[in-house]
């Protein structure tokens, strides 16, 4: 899982299988439990870090834009087709609102926020899957605490032969209990 860039559906189905925990082999478990918390919780930095350049993309995408139009608008009486103002403005006046609403339809800065919404996306799912993992390592104490307690271990028959039969142990009891 050591890929640049791994999809979400790749995360969700790896975290399903390392989630998985197999209770006849709790000591490996526990010892892989923080090295896959550490490359789920390396990866959520990696997402924050592309989430956050992204961010300041949008900013210098978005002034980037802002100064083309007002550039265009100062430069010319007549737009340009090819221009970064469509040609159906030509008339408007340019206003805080006009210009803000440009921004805001211009192409490059809408493939911005959509690349920003997906990164979003991914650190939330990242973050998602590094909780489970540290939820995780309380399911692995308390399979400990079960396996420790012997609730796994099948029924000892040999102490209960050693001991009698418990049944006939009470019976017996109870009878010599009501010949008093």
């Given at each position: 899982?050591?890929?640049?860039?791994?999809?979400?559906?790749?995360?969700?189905?790896?975290?399903?299988?390392?989630?998985?925990?197999?209770?006849?082999?709790?000591?490996?478990?526990?010892?892989?439990?923080?090295?896959?918390?550490?490359?789920?919780?390396?990866?959520?930095?990696?997402?924050?870090?592309?989430?956050?350049?992204?961010?300041?993309?949008?900013?210098?995408?978005?002034?980037?834009?802002?100064?083309?139009?007002?550039?265009?608008?100062?430069?010319?009486?007549?737009?340009?087709?090819?221009?970064?103002?469509?040609?159906?403005?030509?008339?408007?006046?340019?206003?805080?609102?006009?210009?803000?609403a440009l921004v805001n339809s211009n192409k490059d800065v809408c493939e911005t926020r959509r690349q920003l919404i997906l990164?979003?996306?991914?650190?939330?799912?990242?973050?998602?899957?590094?909780?489970?993992?540290?939820?995780?390592?309380?399911?692995?104490?308390?399979?400990?605490?079960?396996?420790?307690?012997?609730?796994?271990?099948?029924?000892?028959?040999?102490?209960?032969?050693?001991?009698?039969?418990?049944?006939?142990?009470?019976?017996?009891?109870?009878?010599?209990?009501?010949?008093?």
């Open positions: 899982m050591a890929k640049e860039n791994i999809s979400l559906f790749e995360i969700d189905s790896e975290a399903l299988k390392e989630l998985r925990i197999n209770k006849f082999k709790l000591d490996v478990e526990c010892e892989e439990n923080g090295n896959v918390y550490h490359r789920y919780s390396d990866m959520l930095v990696d997402a924050e870090y592309e989430r956050d350049l992204l961010k300041a993309k949008i900013k210098e995408v978005e002034s980037k834009v802002e100064l083309q139009i007002r550039a265009e608008k100062a430069n010319s009486d007549t737009l340009k087709e090819d221009g970064i103002i469509p040609i159906e403005y030509q008339d408007v006046k340019l206003t805080e609102a006009v210009v803000s990164a979003e996306r991914k650190v939330g799912k990242i973050g998602a899957v590094v909780k489970v993992f540290a939820q995780r390592k309380s399911m692995l104490e308390g399979e400990i605490s079960l396996w420790l307690g012997n609730y796994y271990s099948k029924p000892d028959t040999q102490k209960q032969s050693a001991g009698g039969d418990f049944s006939r142990q009470t019976n017996k009891r109870l009878n010599e209990r009501s010949e008093k």
